[in-house]
């Protein structure tokens, strides 16, 4: 069961990998590698110290990130956990607190590596990135130069800071989720190349091993994804969070009369709104931008956009072969009918064949074969009083513009 569940996982990997543009083998296969193994192999001092700054000013965005958030009620929090437009039960853990410090250095190891090799690889003209799949916007490649200069040719801390941000703030919030223009979704690109459908060495981390499968490295960019979207919201940053840092458990929130005034306040519902609407346009299934396909890729029911936009139905058609055993005339395809599902478009083509000829009981010969999506094809010879023919019948998927089609 387990293995069966492994080999669903790797197919639909698989082919997010070559519906984003991707193949295993090609130029942009081998700069890819290429590009790995430079990165892996570079230890020059310059090297190091561009990637401790980039290091230090992710661990720095989101560890603020994560303040704010944990400031946040739990009503704005279970906003932030949805990963549909459904209602959430469970509210947004920020990971903040001690315990989870093992858990939090590798999720965000997993940004700062993913800039950190768009920056090692990044030149002015942006070809050598381009060589590898990736053709960011103007607009974010200007962001990976100055995050470029920052580390290595004018360090400033704080400037690198604001770009970091913001790098990750416009990967996010991207309307365009082309794996070859949308950083966040290219990347993912190169770790499943890399570790999933191949077995290279991993990505090296600063102090530590790197310990997340493909799997959890998807939840590690979905997790800081939703942090670093978290915008500071009035009153909501001014609770205190001493128990972060004393390991403790989140105190009960505040009394019945103070909840009821905060939920009554115009600020207060100003916030929970404006939280839910980012949500609902950046955060869930569905959603504008790229953490659509992450989330889809976690739960395991990834569907390219392109076949998602799509809609069917099923047409029921039938051919008659007239005086079968003798000397045989093929009358015209004839269409029987549009149908919405599977299941009503094959009980027509068994009722149109009983219609015009009878029963599989009263056919000499009578065989389906189903297709993989279930649409039937029949073949059935009468040879009796009344019939002397073959009649085939079999149901089409038709692409139909307009509203929702029925499954079954």
């Known amino acids: 069961?387990?293995?069966?569940?492994?080999?669903?996982?790797?197919?639909?990997?698989?082919?997010?990998?070559?519906?984003?543009?991707?193949?295993?083998?090609?130029?942009?296969?081998?700069?890819?590698?290429?590009?790995?193994?430079?990165?892996?192999?570079?230890?020059?001092?310059?090297?190091?110290?561009?990637?401790?700054?980039?290091?230090?000013?992710?661990?720095?965005?989101?560890?603020?990130?994560?303040?704010?958030?944990?400031?946040?009620?739990?009503?704005?929090?279970?906003?932030?956990?949805?990963?549909?437009?459904?209602?959430?039960?469970?509210?947004?853990?920020?990971?903040?607190?001690?315990?989870d410090l093992e858990k939090r250095k590798q999720a965000v190891a997993v940004w700062y590596n993913m800039i950190s090799f768009i920056e090692y690889h990044w030149d002015y003209d942006s070809k050598r990135l381009a060589q590898m799949g990736l053709c960011m916007t103007e607009e974010m490649k200007q962001i990976v130069d100055n995050i470029s200069l920052y580390a290595r040719t004018t360090p400033k801390a704080k400037a690198?800071?604001?770009?970091?941000?913001?790098?990750?703030?416009?990967?996010?919030?991207?309307?365009?989720?082309?794996?070859?223009?949308?950083?966040?979704?290219?990347?993912?690109?190169?770790?499943?190349?890399?570790?999933?459908?191949?077995?290279?060495?991993?990505?090296?981390?600063?102090?530590?091993?790197?310990?997340?499968?493909?799997?959890?490295?998807?939840?590690?960019?979905?997790?800081?994804?939703?942090?670093?979207?978290?915008?500071?919201?009035?009153?909501?940053?001014?609770?205190?969070?001493?128990?972060?840092?004393?390991?403790?458990?989140?105190?009960p929130e505040e009394g019945l009369e103070g909840a009821i005034l905060s939920i009554l306040s115009p600020a207060w519902l100003t916030c929970v709104s404006d939280v839910r609407d980012m949500v609902n346009e950046w955060l869930v299934m569905d959603s504008s931008g790229p953490i659509d396909s992450i989330i889809r890729l976690m739960q395991g029911c990834w569907v390219d956009k392109k076949e998602r936009r799509k809609q069917y139905k099923y047409l029921v058609k039938m051919q008659i072969h007239e005086n079968f055993t003798r000397d045989p005339v093929t009358t015209g395809v004839d269409s029987c009918g549009m149908k919405n599902t599977v299941g009503r478009a094959n009980a027509a083509a068994r009722m149109a064949v009983e219609d015009e000829f009878g029963s599989a009981e009263e056919a000499v010969k009578w065989d389906e074969v189903r297709q993989e999506d279930g649409r039937i094809k029949i073949r059935a010879v009468f040879i009796d009083a009344a019939n002397n023919a073959k009649v085939e019948a079999w149901v089409e998927k038709v692409e139909v513009d307009g509203g929702e089609i029925e499954r079954g």
């Open 1 to 99: 069961m387990e293995n069966a569940k492994v080999d669903r996982e790797h197919s639909q990997y698989s082919e997010w990998f070559h519906a984003a543009g991707f193949l295993m083998e090609g130029e942009i296969y081998e700069s890819i590698n290429q590009g790995l193994q430079r990165y892996r192999s570079d230890r020059s001092k310059e090297e190091y110290s561009a990637r401790s700054l980039i290091m230090v000013s992710t661990i720095e965005v989101f560890t603020l990130c994560n303040c704010m958030v944990e400031r946040w009620p739990r009503a704005v929090r279970r906003e932030l956990n949805k990963t549909s437009r459904q209602a959430q039960l469970e509210w947004f853990n920020t990971w903040a607190r001690p315990r």
């Open 160 to 251: 690198m800071k604001e770009m970091i941000q913001n790098f990750y703030t416009r990967a996010v919030m991207d309307r365009n989720t082309s794996a070859k223009e949308n950083p966040l979704l290219w990347w993912i690109a190169v770790v499943m190349q890399s570790e999933v459908l191949d077995t290279q060495a991993r990505l090296p981390i600063a102090g530590m091993e790197d310990e997340l499968d493909f799997k959890g490295k998807l939840e590690a960019l979905d997790h800081y994804a939703r942090a670093s979207l978290a915008e500071v919201q009035g009153s909501l940053n001014s609770n205190r969070i001493n128990w972060v840092d004393e390991d403790g458990e989140r105190p």
